[in-house]
């Protein structure tokens, strides 16, 4: 008699063609974009927080003066 020999895969598999995997690859995609967005928003927040204060404060009445806002009085 011949053994039959089987191998099995480790990890996830995947089942090419299928409406599955579809849905999976769109969910991933969704999941790398959200965690790139979520990334330069942070940095646009980062970077941008103060600049925006400063613009705020320089439209506002009574006008400040540029050295008024940014002293600590």
């Known amino acids: 008699m011949a053994s039959k020999v089987t191998l099995k895969s480790k ?5 090419k063609g299928s409406k599955g995997s579809d849905e999976r690859s769109v969910a991933q995609s969704v999941k790398e974009w959200s965690t790139w967005a979520m990334k330069k928003a942070k940095v646009v927040t980062h970077y941008g927080f103060i600049p925006l204060i ?14 008024q806002l940014l002293s600590p009085v």
């Open 11 to 15: 990890g996830k598999t995947t089942n």
């Open 54 to 67: 400063i613009v705020i404060g320089m439209n506002s009445e009574p006008k400040p003066q540029l050295s």
